[in-house]
């Protein structure tokens, strides 16, 4: 059967969250038929999964992964994104949740822009109780999810890499930029992005190793850039 667009959910230890997430997926005006609900579980070690199994005949086209090991962020999308059937798909993270009318029209966007790799949207920090932080644009301020992607463009590029367990949307943006793919960002905040303690963005043992990564990346592009004007002078 053939979807328009693939939610695909990454959990590991949300079982605080995870319901809100996925309630916050099932209840998308596009219509039902026209997309599914992926969530992959990371071999959590909390009560998640009995959390997730609670709404697996509340949405028909709801399928469940489990890693038997612990693969982070990067290996498990990849995952899901090799069998998602959707023609475009986006990332929710599982302690965050999004509007109502997120689905509907990001694909609209995508279905009416063929050219576009992509097309995001911006979001809301919220805390806890649901109350708004602040509004972000996700072009100054980029993040892994509330961003939709064209699905075969995506897999033809490798999807992400699996060698970054974190911050692996910011090293795909790198290989986006290079290939000059275009990204369109619509100016509402359609994604709610959660603040609490167990953010793994928050910390800095995190964000020091792969942006330490990342500007490798950058350094050995630049240099090999650098070697082909240098060889051509000579």
Known sequence: MSLLASIIITNYNYEKYVAKCIRSCIDQSLEKSKYE???IDDSSTDNSLDKIYEYKKSFENFIILQNEKNLGVAKSANKAFKMARG?????????DYINQDFLRVLVLFLEEHKTFFSVSCDYYLVDKMERKISKL?????PISCSIMYDRKKLLKLGGYNSKFRHREEEELRQRIKK???????????????LMHKKNKTKSNDFKLKFKNKINRIHF???YKLFKKEENFLL
């Open 37 to 39: 609900i992926i969530i």
């Open 87 to 95: 023609k475009y798909i986006v990332r929710v993270d599982a302690d």
């Open 137 to 141: 644009n996700y072009s100054e301020n």
């Open 179 to 193: 290939k000059n793919y275009k990204n369109f960002n619509i100016n509402l905040p359609m994604y709610r992005y």
């Open 220 to 222: 050995q592009h630049k």
